[in-house]
Nanobody, 126 residues
Framework: VQLVESGGGLVQPGGSLRLSCVASGYTYSAIRMAWFRQAPDKEHEGVAAIDTNGKTTYADSAKGRFTISQDNAKKTLYLQMNSLKPEDTAMYYC?????????????????????WGQGTQVTVSS
């Protein structure tokens, strides 16, 4: 499986970016996908996740500002980020789970997503 992120860059506070993640290597869609991020000297943090039925979950820091979506036909995951803040500065990673099903709630746990992309850098600064 290959996950390739794009769309990162430098944006001013209050601005917007849309991240994309194109998946390849499987003939069927992932059962769930997610965005994580890691700021310098900090642990990975879950941002948002979506499952194949369109159910979503967000970190508190992302609620109301970020929207996760997917295009199963294009095998592409998106993260629309609005009202960006300097504290959103981080490397953003796409992650996926290709198992046939999952049990329990949709959560932002790194261990639930075996496949990861290389990341795309988002910098929010004036």
């Amino acid at each position: 499986v290959q996950l390739v992120e794009s769309g990162g860059g430098l944006v001013q506070p209050g601005g917007s970016l849309r991240l994309s993640c194109v998946a390849s290597g499987y003939t069927y869609s992932a059962i769930r996908m997610a965005w994580f991020r890691q700021a310098p000297d900090k642990e990975h943090e879950g941002v948002a996740a979506i499952d194949t039925n369109g159910k979503t979950t967000y970190a508190d820091s992302a609620k109301g500002r970020f929207t996760i979506s997917q295009d199963n036909a294009k095998k592409t995951l998106y993260l629309q980020m609005n009202s960006l803040k300097p504290e959103d500065t981080a490397m953003y990673y796409c992650a996926a789970d290709y198992r046939r099903y999952y049990v329990g709630a949709l959560m932002l746990r790194m261990g639930d997503f075996p496949y990861w992309g290389q990341g795309t850098q988002v910098t929010v600064s004036s």
